[in-house]
């Protein structure tokens, strides 16, 4: 996820929340010399180097930084820098040796050798050794220096970028000892198909017994069968984009398997062409729990997002079978989401669990409300890219041609899908190359499961509301404007607004509408994809059944503004669904649709905000580029009622 902080840090004044000091101290850990003892709490040693920067800008520098502050842009500007590009030629016969470019060559010097250069701002003896070093396996008289854009510079480029030291590469064998004292572990084993046929076992038990957060599940020895017994204070905070990474991660840990992961990419959550950047691995950290605080401050969903082809990224688009999609698979929804496989039924439906900024953990079944993009955005099922590493600590990775179930047809990316003489949907064509059997949809099951899944999603829902009035959002004054996408932005929205979630609860409804409609249709002309041998008429008799029982059944309860539980039936949610408020800044009883709650405290400020959010609130398909004006959704609310369809469908097919 994008590095921000939500409060000021530092002296002075300074909030200093723990996830808010962490980051501090992994901007100034890429800076500083000699890296700081990273903690929870902001030290007197972390105080004196926010002083110390900021006296190259300051005249009374005043040890804290504050939320989109100077002292914040300036240090994000220097972490930026050191992965920049050099001003002038650093080394040996005439170097410049600018500070920035010095420091910026240590930095590439320091992935690739073994034993990493003490850092200063000037070119030392033993960096202008390491240089001709360098030079040496290419260059038959190397001078001691790396020119701009020279071949020296081109070559530690990409050597940084893949790890390689320049020296012949060893090759791995299964018995390895990498790592050790400095390194967050030691590998002893490496990847083959027995250990990912065991992550993917792992990931389904993990799974199975599901809490409310990530660091929640790995502390739980039941469902976790690495568990042990410094698992008991774990603390992880997990982004959607987040999980995938943490649980290979993890799991490599426990182990003792290699584990190496592109920390940065050119390119952002949204944009297209994305490239993989810089790498990282255990051996960069001192702790898994420091490696994971990282991961949780670079990686976002645009680590996902590549053109299918591309190589050296983390993942790959892979063809879909019952070997490639199974638990611990990730889905990369190119809207924004990433979401991992935590079963597949024998039927074909696919089961996920995904993270939230708010820290939480959900469930999800395959369905159109996922977006798949295009091969373009790389969107769709992914696996692992094979790793491997050598005993000197160099990582190989396998290329597309030669990873297993590489997509090389783009079978993920056509319009549409012809299967036994029917022509189907992606979503369609997926659930029937995972079904075991026929694969002809029981639509009975299919609307019963989706039934089930929308409760869920609901209850999910409750969650996250609640969790912003535990943190008195809603009583807050309401911004003078919203984000310029309310999809896709950071700090207080980001983590307890819920518009991305509530277009998702529709996009669910609306699937459920269009099933049930097409189903109907489909088997009142007689030749149709389903598992259904009776009448339309009696299908939608069906159907009216399992929405009357769950029209009443399906229930979910909250707190209003005066502390009494309010209790809502599925019913009452569907003739309120576009009522349903994103806005963290609105009272409960607006973030559940009731607009005439006397409880509600909302003022008239609050309550304008309210009426012209109702064209974004008609948005089922979310678009994270967009800018989000209150005018840039659809004048009239969509009919997706289930309720009134099923009673249209009565009539017709009486």
């Known amino acids: 996820m994008p590095v921000s902080i939500s409060g000021s840090v530092g002296d002075a004044g300074g909030e200093n929340r723990p996830e808010d000091v962490r ?24 105080m004196q180097a926010i002083r110390d920067f900021q006296s190259a800008f300051m005249s009374r520098p005043d040890g804290r930084i ?22 002038g030629s650093v080394g040996d016969s005439g170097g410049q040796n600018r500070p920035r470019d010095v420091r910026i060559v240590y930095a590439l010097f320091n992935k690739v050798l073994p034993s990493p250069l003490a850092v200063s701002d000037e070119c030392s003896a033993e960096l202008m050794q390491a240089i001709r070093d360098f030079q040496s396996t290419f260059m038959s008289r190397p001078d001691g220096r790396i020119d701009v854009g020279g071949r020296t510079w081109r070559e530690l480029v990409a050597a940084a970028d893949s790890g390689d030291s320049g020296e012949p590469e060893e090759e ?12 967050a572990w030691t590998a002893r084993n490496q990847w083959d198909r027995d250990y990912e046929a065991a992550f993917s076992d792992w990931v389904k038990q993990l799974f199975a017994d599901k809490k409310g957060s990530l660091a929640a599940c790995l502390r739980n020895p039941a469902g976790n069968s690495l568990y042990s017994e410094e698992d008991r204070n774990l603390s992880i905070h997990c982004d959607c984009a987040d999980l995938p990474y943490l649980l290979r991660a993890y799991f490599s ?3 003792r398997l290699p584990f190496s992961f592109n920390s940065s990419i050119s390119g952002g959550r949204y944009t297209n062409n994305n490239q993989p950047g810089r790498r990282s691995s255990f051996l960069n950290y001192s702790s898994f729990a420091s490696m994971a605080r990282a991961i949780s401050n670079f990686v976002h969903s645009g680590f996902f997002r590549y053109l299918w082809t591309t190589e050296k990224t983390d993942t790959y688009l892979c063809e879909v079978n019952r070997d490639s999609v199974a638990p611990g698979t990730i889905y990369y929804d190119p809207n924004g989401h990433v979401l991992v496989v935590s079963r597949v039924d024998d039927d074909g439906t696919v089961w996920f669990v995904d993270a939230h900024p708010d820290n939480s953990l959900t469930s999800k079944r395959f369905g159109a409300h996922l977006s798949r993009g295009s091969c373009k955005q790389g969107g769709g099922f992914r696996l692992w890219r094979e790793q491997k590493v050598s005993n000197s600590g160099s990582f190989s990775l396998a290329f597309n041609a030669n990873s297993r179930f590489f997509d090389s047809g783009k079978s993920q990316c056509q319009d549409s899908y012809q299967v036994d003489g029917l022509v189907l949907d992606y979503h369609q064509w997926v659930k029937r190359m995972l079904a075991i059997g026929s694969g002809r949809v029981d639509p009975i099951r299919e609307i019963n499961q989706q039934m089930a899944a929308l409760d869920q999603a609901l ?17 807050k004054a309401h911004p003078s404007s919203l984000p310029y996408n309310i999809y896709g932005t950071e700090g207080e929205w980001e983590s307890f607004s819920t518009p991305g979630r509530d277009a998702r609860l529709k996009a669910q409804v609306r699937e459920m509408f269009d099933l049930m409609k097409q189903s109907v249709t489909a088997v009142a002309s007689g030749n149709h994809p389903y598992e259904f041998s009776g009448s339309a008429s009696e299908l939608v008799r069906k159907y009216d059944a399992i929405w009357q029982a769950n029209a009443s059944g399906v229930q979910v309860r909250y707190t209003d503004s005066s502390g009494d539980k309010v209790t809502l039936t599925l019913r009452e949610i ?3 669904l576009f009522k349903l408020s994103f806005d963290p800044y609105h009272c409960p009883e607006l973030r559940w649709g009731d607009t005439e709650a006397a409880s509600c405290p909302d003022g008239s400020n609050k309550r304008q905000w309210y009426e012209q959010e109702q064209r974004l609130r008609n948005v089922i398909d979310k678009d994270n580029q967009a800018h989000t004006t209150l005018d840039w959704g659809p004048e009239q609310t969509p009919d997706i009622h289930l309720g009134h369809l099923l009673e249209w469908l009565k009539q017709e097919y009486a």
């Open 574 to 576: 569907m003739d309120r």
């Open 66 to 87: 504050d939320v989109g502050g100077r002292t914040w842009r300036e240090l994000n500007a220097a972490v930026n820098a050191s992965d920049g590009e050099l001003t």
């Open 459 to 475: 209850q999910d829902r409750v969650e996250s509301v609640e969790a912003a009035v535990l943190q008195g959002v809603h009583r």
């Open 253 to 255: 840990y426990k182990k």
């Open 23 to 46: 980051t501090v101290y992994a901007l100034f850990n890429k800076v500083l010399p000699t890296p700081l003892v990273v903690s929870d709490e902001c030290s007197a040693e972390l």
């Open 172 to 183: 791995p064998d299964g018995d390895i000892n990498v790592g050790g004292a400095g390194a």
